[in-house]
Nanobody, 124 residues
Framework: QVQLVESGGGLVQAGGSLRLSCALS????????MGWFRQAPGKEREFVAA????????YYADSVKGRFTISRDNAKNTVYLQMNSLKPEDTAVYYC?????????????????WGQGTQVSVSS
């Protein structure tokens, strides 16, 4: 059974940093594309970042480009989202997702597995 467990969320002041982690179990991370999405209260879930199976290709939403970095450690079966220069509008529940064919995408419809989410709150 494939499981994704996010961690690293919390409360931070604007301009601060957080690093989210997503641990994958039940499947080799090395053949899986991974994505991060977020959902703020009253809003639809939106794409944040994605990384393909090898880590050679990464994709970012315009709203986070230059501030967030997605990376992966296949030996640890873990994907990370380093978030710098956080803004109050980054406040949301952040979810990681896995796509079993190794192809990263900004569309949430292609992802096969989802974590439970971790709350990120940024105060002004």
């Amino acid at each position: 059974q494939v499981q994704l467990v996010e961690s690293g969320g919390g409360l931070v002041q604007a301009g601060g940093s957080l690093r989210l982690s997503c641990a994958l179990s039940g499947r080799a991370l090395s053949i899986t594309a991974m994505g991060w999405f977020r959902q703020a209260p009253g809003k639809e879930r939106e794409f944040v970042a994605a990384i393909n199976w090898s880590g050679e290709s990464t994709y970012y939403a315009d709203s986070v480009k230059g501030r967030f970095t997605i990376s992966r450690d296949n030996a640890k079966n873990t994907v990370y989202l380093q978030m710098n220069s956080l803004k109050p509008e980054d406040t949301a529940v952040y979810y990681c997702a896995a796509e079993r064919n190794g192809r990263a995408s900004s569309s949430d419809r292609v992802y096969d597995y989802w974590g439970q989410g971790t709350q990120v709150s940024v105060s002004s």
